[in-house]
Nanobody, 120 residues
């Protein structure tokens, strides 16, 4: 199982970024997928998830209305569109299959992540 995240960077408050996660080593279309993030000195937290095939999504309260998760099962890719970014969104962002309970992960085979820094 492998995840490769990309698309992060430095952005000003109010800006936008789109993260991409390329997944391999498992049957991607059979798993719900999630995005997680870890800020410096903090524990990793769940951000959003999307079901395996019907597009059902869930978001952590602080990102609702600003972030959008989507997936392309033909390419084994999951995206995270982030708009109206705030300094508190600064973190390393990771993806994983979503776990059986809300807000959990499945594999724990973390990639290098993608650094998102929101600062003026």
């Amino acid at each position: 199982v492998q995840f490769v995240e990309s698309g992060g960077g430095l952005v000003q408050p109010g800006g936008s970024l789109t993260l991409t996660c390329a997944a391999s080593g498992f049957i991607f279309s059979s798993y719900a997928m999630g995005w997680f993030r870890q800020a410096p000195g903090e524990e990793r937290e769940w951000v959003a998830d999307i079901s395996s095939n019907d597009g059902t999504t869930h978001y952590e309260n602080s990102v609702k209305g600003r972030f959008t998760i989507s997936r392309d099962n033909s390419k084994n890719i999951v995206y995270l569109q982030m708009n109206s970014l705030k300094p508190e969104d600064t973190a390393v962002y990771y993806c994983d299959a979503a776990g059986p309970r809300a807000g959990t992960y499945y594999f724990g085979s973390w990639g290098q992540g993608s650094q998102v820094t929101v600062s003026s």
